[in-house]
Nanobody, 128 residues
């Protein structure tokens, strides 16, 4: 049974940092594209980043809104993907979800309909 469990969310001040974790069970993360998404109240879910997406083995991709501030990585031994978030802004406040595609993605890498399996989400709140 495929399962994704996010953790690491919380309340942080603007300019602060958080690291989100996405632990997988039921399949090996490194076989598939893994993405991070977020959804703020009243807004559509949007793609933030993905890993093992694109042509190269450990290709990563970021939405323009987080480029240079967020870093996605994976630990295959722990079957876990991380999202390091630095220089957080109030507009980063959202529920963050990790998701797994059922194949490696070479296009449409941050579209929600490209992903098959989803975690339950973890809340990130950036506020002073």
């Amino acid at each position: 049974q495929v399962q994704l469990v996010e953790s690491g969310g919380g309340l942080v001040q603007p300019g602060g940092s958080l690291r989100l974790s996405c632990a997988a069970s039921g399949f090996a993360l490194d076989d598939y594209t893994i993405g991070w998404f977020r959804q703020a109240p009243g807004k559509e879910r949007e793609g933030v980043s993905c890993i093992s997406c694109g042509i190269r083995i450990r290709n990563t991709y970021y939405a323009d809104s987080v480029k240079g501030r967020f870093t996605i990585s994976r630990d295959n031994a722990k079957n876990t993907v991380y999202l390091q978030m630095n220089s957080l802004k109030p507009e980063d406040t959202a529920v963050y979800y990790c998701a797994a595609a059922n194949r490696r993605l070479f296009s449409t890498m941050l579209r929600t309909d490209s992903y098959t399996y989803w975690g339950q989400g973890t809340q990130v709140t950036v506020s002073s």
